[in-house]
C-alpha cells in the first residue's frame, strides 16, 4: 500500500513529501518525473507565472535511482515571496469557508493551503506511479471534451505500440484546445474572465478483477471519484457514458458480453467500473472544471469594512482545463497502483 504525506506552501520556499510503499527494486526515471511537471505548467489559458519551470530532486540520490525505502522528494519555488492579506473576499475560493474553518490563519495564508500549486505534489506521486503501471502494461491518459462551451470533435483511439504508449488521435485533433477554444480563452482573458470545461481522464490495460465491492468507499470508482475531485476546480466526475444513462432503458444501458475463451467486456458504457471493480476494458470518466474564480468585475463584501467592493484579482490562470487533465491522469496512475499492490495483483 503506498501512503504519502506533503507539506509546503504556494509560495514559500518549497513543496515535497514522502512516500512509502513503492514495490522495492522499481527503477524511477526522474527525467520522465519532470517531464510530467512540465506538462502541468503547459496548456493554453495558464498565466505568466507557469513560465517558470518545476524541478524535482529526491533525497539520496541525483539521477535515476531503484526504489529499496522511502522516498523523499523537494520543489523549489522559483516564486517566493510574502503577499499582503487580502480583505476583498473570493467566495470562489478558500477565503471565506476557509476562515471558517481555521480562524486563528489570515486569509492570504488559507489561500496559500489550499492553492492548486499544491498539486505538484501529486503530479510527483503520480509520475512514479505511472512508472510502475507501465511495468505491467498499463498507461493513463486525458483530452480536452469542452472548454467554455465548445465541444471538440475529435475521437481518439487508444493503444500500446510494441515499444511505448502511443495515442493514434483521428481527425486531426489538438489534445488540448481547438483553435476556437482559444480564441475563447482569449477573450475571456482580455476582460479579466475565465472559462471552466471538461476533461476525460482514462487509463487503458487494467485487468479485470481490481477494485473491490465492499465497504462502498473502497470501490475503484468511489476511489478514484474522492481524488479525482479533490483538485482545486473539479466540481462533478461521471464514468463511461455518464449522464446519457438518465435517458436509456435498462436494455440499451448495458455493456455487451463475449466469449473467446473467457467471458470478456465488449463495449465499455460503464467506464471500465462495475460494482467497484474494472472490467478489463479502459477505465474512463469524465471531470467538470469550474471556471477560474480569480476574476475582476465581481462584487464581494470587504471583510475589514463590511462594504461592498470588488472582489480581490491578482494574477491567475483563464483556463484550467487541460491542466486538471495532466494532474488528474497523474492521481489516477496512483489509485489504480496503490490498489494493485493491496491485492497483490
Excluded at 507565472?49 to 535511482?65: E, H, I, N, P
Excluded at 466469449?259 to 465499455?268: A, E, L
Amino acid at each position: 500500500m503506498i501512503t504519502f504525506e506533503f507539506w509546503g506552501t504556494s509560495h514559500g520556499e518549497e513543496l515535497g513529501g514522502i512516500v512509502k510503499g513503492l514495490p522495492k527494486g522499481l527503477l524511477i526515471d526522474v527525467g520522465r518525473v519532470n517531464d510530467e511537471l512540465k506538462r502541468r505548467k503547459e496548456g493554453y489559458g495558464r498565466s505568466v507565472r507557469q513560465m517558470l519551470q518545476d524541478k524535482v530532486t529526491f533525497d539520496g540520490f541525483d539521477g535515476d535511482a531503484v526504489i529499496e525505502s522511502d522516498l523523499t522528494f523537494h520543489i523549489a519555488n522559483k516564486s517566493v515571496e510574502q503577499r499582503p492579506d487580502i480583505t476583498a473576499l473570493r467566495s470562489g475560493h478558500s477565503d471565506v469557508v476557509g476562515k471558517a474553518r481555521f480562524p486563528e490563519l489570515t486569509v492570504r495564508q488559507i489561500a496559500e493551503i489550499s492553492s492548486a500549486r499544491n498539486s505538484v505534489c501529486y503530479v510527483v506521486l503520480g509520475a512514479i506511479c505511472k512508472q510502475y503501471l507501465e511495468t505491467r502494461g498499463i498507461y493513463t491518459y486525458h483530452y480536452v471534451e469542452k472548454i467554455g462551451g465548445i465541444a471538440s470533435r475529435n475521437r481518439y483511439r487508444f493503444g500500446v505500440s510494441e515499444n511505448e504508449p502511443h495515442f493514434a488521435i483521428l481527425h486531426c485533433p489538438c489534445r488540448y484546445a481547438t483553435q476556437l477554444m482559444k480564441q475563447a480563452i482569449d477573450s475571456a482573458r482580455t476582460v479579466g474572465d475565465s472559462l471552466g470545461g471538461i476533461v476525460a481522464v482514462g487509463a487503458t490495460g487494467v485487468p479485470m478483477g481490481v477494485g473491490e465491492i465492499l465497504p462502498y468507499n473502497e470501490r475503484l470508482d468511489a476511489q478514484i471519484s474522492a481524488y479525482l475531485v479533490g483538485i482545486p476546480s473539479v466540481k462533478g466526475i461521471s464514468f463511461g457514458i455518464g449522464d446519457k444513462y438518465a435517458n436509456l432503458y435498462g436494455t440499451k444501458a448495458q455493456d455487451e458480453l463475449v466469449f473467446d475463451g473467457t467471458v470478456r467486456y465488449s463495449t465499455d458504457k460503464c467506464g471500465g467500473i462495475v460494482a467497484g471493480i474494472t472490467t478489463g476494458q479502459d477505465i474512463l470518466c469524465h471531470l467538470i472544471v469550474k471556471p477560474v474564480p480569480t476574476v475582476k468585475g465581481v462584487n464581494t463584501v470587504d471583510a475589514v469594512t463590511h462594504e461592498t467592493v470588488l472582489q480581490h484579482f491578482e494574477r491567475a490562470d483563464t483556463c484550467v482545463v487541460p491542466n486538471v487533465g495532466v494532474i488528474a491522469e497523474n492521481i489516477l496512475a496512483y489509485v489504480i497502483a496503490n490498489q494493485m499492490l493491496k491485492q497483490n495483483f
